[in-house]
C-alpha cells in the first residue's frame, strides 16, 4: 500500500479534509485534476459554523481580513447586506445566535487560506492528477490516474472522493445519488450586450428570472431547452435563453465567459461504501441559493477527518467511522429540503408572486426572520450523540466560549479532544482528552464541558451539577476509545 488515505479533489473540502486529517496524525495525499488552484468566484462566504470551526484551527486572523471587503461587495451588488431565502434579500444573519458569525470570504481567497493552513501542517497538494479509474479488493483502494508524467496507479487504505458534484469516485465507487431533477437553469455571464435598453427592468418575468448590470446578464430559465452540460456556457446558450425569459433579441459583443448551474437536489444515500468515503459537493448537490453549500461541505470534512484519522491509526471506538454518514446525511438531506423550497419560490408565474409576497411579509416578522437565518446556518442542528438529554448543548457545535478569560480557540488549534473542567486535576482520562483546568463562561450556564475535535458537545455540565458523573466517562469512552 502506498498510502492511508488519499483525498480525491483540493476544493475547499478536500483542503480542509486533508488539514483535519494531519490534526489527527495521518498524512494524506491530495490529489488534483486542475493544472494548479481554480479562481472561479463561486461562495462568497461562509456561515457561522465552518467560520467558527476555522476560527478553532487558528485561522480567524485571516477570515477576518477578507470579510470587510466582503461585505462591501456584497453590498454594492445587492444594495443590502442582508443574505436571502430565495432571493427575498431579508434575513439578517446576526439574527440566527447574536454573537456567532459566519465570514464573507471569497471562495478563491478561502481556497488559498487552507491551501496554506494544510502546506503549514506539511501537505501540498499534486496538481494535475485526474483520477480515472477505481477498484476496492476489500483491503485497499487502487486507483488509476493521468499525472503530468503519465499513466500511474496508486493504493490507499481509504480514498475520500472530494471531487465536486460531478464526482468520478461517486460514479466509479457505485454510490447511489437519488434526487429532483433541475427545475431552472442558472446562466451567469460577464458580458457587453447591445440592445439592453430592449430589456425589461431585472426581476422576474413569465418564464423566469432575468438580471442584468453593466457587464454582466444572468438569468434564471424555467423553459429551459436541451444544452451540452459538459460544455461550457457560450454567448449563443446566454443569447436564447435571454429570448426564453424575457422575449427579447440581444446582441451578445464581447462575452468574457460565466457560469451555467442547475437547482437539482441529489445526495448519495450513504457517505461511505466499504474504504470509500464522500465529502462535500461530491456527496450533495443543490442550488447555491441561501450559499449553504461550502459550510456544509466544510463541516463533512471536520466531522469527518477526525474520526477516519483515529480508524486508520486503530484508536477509534466501533463503528466511529460509520457515524459519519449517520450525523450528516441528515444535515445535508435538510439543505436539500430547504434549497427545493427555494426552487418553488422562484418558479414564474402569478400564484408564485402571490405566494412571494406572503412570504415577504412574514419576514419581516423577528421571529420568522431568525427562523429562516438559523436554518440557513444550519446552528440548529443537533447530533443524537448519548447523553444528549444530560444538556441542551451536547450534540451541538460549541459556541465560542470564554475559558479562563481567553477565547475558546487558544485551545483548539491542535485538534485534540478537549475538556474544560474547573477540577481538572481530579480527573483521571488517560492520554485521550486533553484536560484544561478551565473556568468557562457563556451563555449556555455551562460549568465544564468535553469537545470532540470537530467542536461537537460530547458531556456538558450545569454549575451545581455533579462534575464527574459517569456520562463524562461514558462520553470520552464512546468517542475516543480505550487506547488513547
Ligand atoms: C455560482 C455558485 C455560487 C455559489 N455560492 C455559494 C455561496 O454563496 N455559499 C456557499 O456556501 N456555497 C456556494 N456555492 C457552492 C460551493 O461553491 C460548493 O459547495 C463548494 O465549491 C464545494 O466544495 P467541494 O470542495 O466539495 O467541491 P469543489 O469546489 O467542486 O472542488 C472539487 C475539486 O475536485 C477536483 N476534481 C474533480 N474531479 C477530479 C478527479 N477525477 N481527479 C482529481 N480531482 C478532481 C475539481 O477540479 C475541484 O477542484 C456556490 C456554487 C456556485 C456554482
Redesign the pocket.
Known sequence: MDTDVVI???????LLLGAELCLAGVRPIV????PAP?EQP??????VLAAEALRRRGLGPELDREHAKGLAALAEDHGTTKTHFAWIHKIDPEAADPGRRGALIG?PALEKVLRHHLADLGVDVHYG????GWHDDGDAVTLDLDTPTGPRQITAGYVVG????????RKLAGFGFPGTAPLMTVR?AHAEVSGRDQLPPPGRLPAGTLFHDDGMIATFDFADAAYDRSAPLSSNEIRDSVRRVAAVDITIDTFHGG?R?TDQARQADAYQLGRTLL????AHVHS?NG???????LMDAMNLGWKLGATIRGLAPHDLLATYTSERHPVGAAVLHNTRAQSALLAPGPHVDALRDIMSDLMDLPEVNQRLARMLSGITHRYAVPGCAAHPIVGTHCPPLTVNDSPLEQFTTDGRPLLLHPQAGNLDLGERVRVVMAEVSSDEKLAAVLLRPDGVVAWAASPGEDLEPPALHDAVNAWFGRTY
Do not use: H, M, W
Request: glycine share 24%; proline share 4%; aromatic share 8%.
Open positions: 480525491v479533489g483540493a476544493g475547499p473540502v478536500g490529489l488534483e485534476r486542475l481554480s463561486k461562495a462568497r462566504g461562509i456561515g471562495q492528477f485526474d483520477v480515472t472530494c471531487d465536486g458534484g460531478y464526482s468520478t469516485v451567469y457560469l448551474f465529502a462535500g459537493d461530491a447555491p450559499g449553504q453549500g461550502l459550510n456544509l461541505g
